[in-house]
């Protein structure tokens, strides 16, 4: 039986927590969660949400300067892992971040095989203390899984030797994601989902649609520093009547919202400091048999595959034709939801990621010792 203890503040989301069902489904896994009693990103408070818990323990345990990404720590975390002694244990945050450094350290302390997660895709400059937290963490860590191959080149290039494993942080439930009738649904529906800011391109997606003929609308899932002023440019053009910003939905209800959607568009921009990861509503759309419109940043396009249409970055006026021709076309939007939901069931189920997550755990512990 391989003892394994999951550090992560991203489970106090319930759809989340899937996941971990389908870790702990393996015979020769016991999986504990450690994780706070919430979270706070920007504006959003997300108290811990008891969804999918069977088969695992959790560990709910302080968290301080919560909300600060990369400071954040759990001052309990050491006492709790002499306690329960892990083969393994598994950070599900950046190398530079603090939490990481200190688990990592309290890990070897006990000896435990240590892993982490990084999402990062872009190669920049660290400042102090971050830099030094990171060089740190490489000694400390066995292995290393990146969520999309270019968080992996990163990871190279800047000086990680260890393995390194190339898997999304979460899948989806199809169960739980999956196509409804839209039958008669009428207005041509257009969504969004994400935070409200200016790397995810809300302002393209406002723009495009106001090109479009008068039988559709707009729906804005999520929150953030921008909202403001999207309104402001919805009016501006004249469309304030036809857009809908929704604020945030808990995570267990997006299955129904994003069902009842025709196409599901991100239309994220890269910056200096961001790029897209992964889209982690591309593949609950997908899920959900609808069609979907992604920019070119990042991740965007490997994600997407042949489930659905990508645009330049910036290029506004190529994602209005794309949502043109969808809004004319329903038998394309058919098809490509029927498309996506295949490929999301093939690479990106909470099951898959489950078994190579797993599978990972087991070449952990066949490679050599632990580092001291």
């Not at 000086?159 to 898997?167: F, L, S």
């Not at 267990?252 to 200096?272: F, G, H, K, Q, Y």
């Not at 070119?296 to 006026?317: A, H, N, Q, T, Y």
């Given at each position: 039986?391989i003892?394994v203890?999951?550090l992560?503040?991203?489970f106090?989301?319930g759809?989340y927590?899937?996941k971990l069902?389908e870790?702990?489904?393996?015979?020769?896994?016991?999986?504990?969660l450690i994780?706070?009693?919430?979270w706070?990103?920007?504006?959003?408070?997300?108290?811990?949400?008891?969804?999918?818990t069977?088969?695992?323990q959790?560990?709910?345990t302080p968290?301080?300067?919560?909300?600060?990404?990369?400071?954040?720590?759990y001052p309990?975390l050491?006492?709790l892992?002499r306690?329960?002694?892990?083969?393994?244990?598994?950070?599900?945050?950046?190398?530079y971040?603090?939490?990481t450094?200190?688990?990592?350290?309290?890990a070897?302390r006990?000896?435990?095989?240590?892993?982490?997660?990084t999402?990062q895709?872009?190669?920049?400059?660290?400042?102090?203390?971050?830099s030094?937290?990171?060089?740190?963490s490489?000694?400390?860590?066995?292995?290393?899984?990146?969520g999309?191959?270019?968080?992996?080149?990163?990871?190279q290039?800047?000086?990680?030797?260890?393995p390194?494993?190339?898997?999304?942080?979460?899948?989806?439930?199809p169960?739980?994601?999956?196509?409804?009738?839209?039958?008669?649904?009428?207005?041509?529906?257009?969504?969004?989902a994400?935070?409200?800011?200016?790397?995810?391109?809300?302002d393209?997606?406002?723009?495009?649609c106001?090109?479009?003929?008068?039988?559709?609308?707009?729906i804005?899932i999520?929150d953030?520093?921008?909202?403001?002023?999207?309104?402001?440019?919805?009016?501006?053009l004249g469309?304030?009547e036809?857009?809908?910003?929704?604020?945030e939905?808990?995570?267990?209800d997006?299955?129904?919202?994003?069902?009842a959607?025709d196409?599901?568009?991100?239309?994220?921009?890269?910056t200096?400091?961001?790029?897209?990861?992964?889209?982690?509503?591309?593949?609950?759309a997908?899920a959900c048999g609808?069609a979907v419109i992604?920019?070119?940043?990042?991740?965007i396009?490997r994600?997407i595959?042949?489930?659905g249409?990508?645009?330049p970055?910036?290029?506004?006026r190529?994602?209005?034709?794309?949502?043109?021709t969808?809004q004319?076309?329903?038998?394309?939007r058919?098809?490509?939801?029927?498309?996506g939901?295949a490929?999301v069931?093939?690479?990106?189920?909470?099951q898959?990621?489950a078994?190579?997550?797993?599978?990972?755990y087991?070449?952990?512990?066949?490679a050599?010792?632990a580092?001291?």
């Amino acid at each position: 039986m391989i003892r394994v203890a999951i550090l992560s503040k991203a489970f106090v989301r319930g759809a989340y927590q899937r996941k971990l069902e389908e870790i702990a489904r393996c015979g020769d896994i016991e999986l504990i969660l450690i994780t706070p009693p919430s979270w706070r990103e920007g504006r959003t408070y997300v108290p811990f949400e008891p969804v999918f818990t069977h088969g695992y323990q959790i560990l709910i345990t302080p968290l301080h300067l919560n909300g600060h990404f990369h400071l954040h720590f759990y001052p309990r975390l050491g006492a709790l892992l002499r306690e329960l002694r892990p083969d393994i244990v598994h950070v599900d945050e950046e190398p530079y971040n603090l939490a990481t450094w200190l688990a990592l350290r309290a890990a070897r302390r006990i000896n435990a095989r240590r892993l982490f997660f990084t999402w990062q895709n872009i190669n920049r400059p660290l400042p102090v203390p971050f830099s030094t937290l990171e060089r740190w963490s490489y000694r400390l860590a066995d292995g290393a899984i990146a969520g999309n191959r270019d968080a992996q080149d990163v990871l190279q290039r800047r000086g990680y030797r260890g393995p390194i494993w190339v898997i999304p942080q979460f899948g989806i439930d199809p169960e739980l994601f999956q196509p409804t009738s839209r039958a008669g649904a009428g207005l041509f529906t257009i969504g969004f989902a994400g935070r409200l800011t200016h790397a995810k391109g809300v302002d393209l997606l406002i723009r495009a649609c106001a090109t479009l003929t008068d039988n559709w609308r707009l729906i804005l899932i999520g929150d953030g520093e921008e909202r403001s002023r999207l309104e402001q440019l919805a009016r501006d053009l004249g469309i304030a009547e036809k857009i809908t910003f929704r604020g945030e939905v808990r995570s267990t209800d997006m299955p129904r919202e994003l069902a009842a959607l025709d196409v599901l568009v991100l239309p994220s921009r890269s910056t200096s400091r961001w790029r897209e990861q992964f889209g982690r509503v591309l593949v609950e759309a997908m899920a959900c048999g609808v069609a979907v419109i992604g920019s070119d940043s990042g991740e965007i396009p490997r994600v997407i595959g042949e489930g659905g249409l990508v645009f330049p970055e910036e290029d506004w006026r190529v994602l209005a034709r794309h949502l043109d021709t969808l809004q004319r076309d329903a038998e394309l939007r058919r098809m490509l939801g029927v498309r996506g939901r295949a490929r999301v069931c093939a690479f990106y189920t909470h099951q898959r990621i489950a078994e190579q997550t797993v599978a990972v755990y087991r070449a952990l512990l066949d490679a050599v010792p632990a580092r001291s």
